[in-house]
């Protein structure tokens, strides 16, 4: 189903407040791990909004992600602080790992993996005429 206007909105107004939350609360940072939000997906009932964050430099991101949930009443608390003017019902945080990156790199290394079998193959071919 295609995002409408307004919740994309919505989406942009809460990334743009949980960015600055978690600079405010010592979020962006646990653990040695550096923690942003790659993007928010809201219902089209406005009353759930999907947090997807991004954690780099760290082994364990399930366990900062467990860190965030722990204190996502203090998260919906500030924000609800910032945007109280702008909506009328604050939606319920949920949050998720994103893996995107981790996907990419995953393909990255793929492709290399790849180029470096052709390069084997080809080399014996053009040694012997």
Known sequence: MKEGKRQKQIGGL????????FQRLGLGFIHGGMVSV??????????????YLSIYNTTDKKAILHKIEERH???????????????????????????????VFKIEEL?????ADEKKDEGPENENP
Do not use: G, M, Y
């Open 38 to 51: 790659s993007s928010v997906k809201v219902t089209p009932d406005l009353l759930e909004a999907r947090i």
């Open 14 to 21: 809460i990334q743009e407040e949980i960015n600055a939350i």
């Open 111 to 115: 492709f290399s993996k790849i180029k």
């Open 73 to 103: 009443w203090e998260i919906k608390k500030e924000l609800a602080a910032r945007v109280k003017h702008q909506l009328r019902r604050i939606p319920e945080l949920k949050f998720f790992l994103d893996d995107t990156l981790d996907q």
